[in-house]
């Protein structure tokens, strides 16, 4: 899988440089396109790992906190790669948001495990 995202990368990488050199005015909008083409390389390698852990989860008997931190690693890349799409449109304060956004609904998803520990160290005190 490496050698064919490397591949692709450097063939749109080659491609955009050709379409720059010919006067091709939307650059940025090939960037997008050209980032998408290679992440969707990525869905049935991301579904297989997914899928192996959420299983490790269930072997364990921890699988609501592995399904909890599958949500927060995935929830930090989806903000993550938006952010860096919108800044590479120019749109740098609008991906600053996206990525207070994405901090905020994290710490949601969090918020109830906190919540628990907190409770727990109250019983231990009394």
Avoid: N, Q, W
């Amino acid at each position: 899988m490496i050698p064919k995202i490397c591949a692709l990368g450097l063939l749109l990488a080659f491609v955009g440089v050709m379409l720059s050199e010919v006067g091709y005015k939307s650059k940025k909008l090939f960037s997008v396109l050209a980032a998408v083409a290679v992440l969707s390389l990525l869905g049935g390698e991301i579904s297989s790992a997914l899928s192996s852990i959420m299983s490790l989860g269930e072997i364990t008997g921890i699988s609501e906190i592995a399904a909890t931190a599958l949500k927060i690693v995935g929830l930090g890349y989806v903000f993550g790669v938006s952010s860096d799409i919108i800044k590479e449109l120019s749109e740098p304060t609008l991906a600053s948001f996206v990525t207070v956004g994405g901090r905020i609904e994290i710490l949601i998803v969090v918020l109830p495990y906190f919540v628990e520990i907190i409770e727990l160290g109250i019983e231990l005190i009394k």
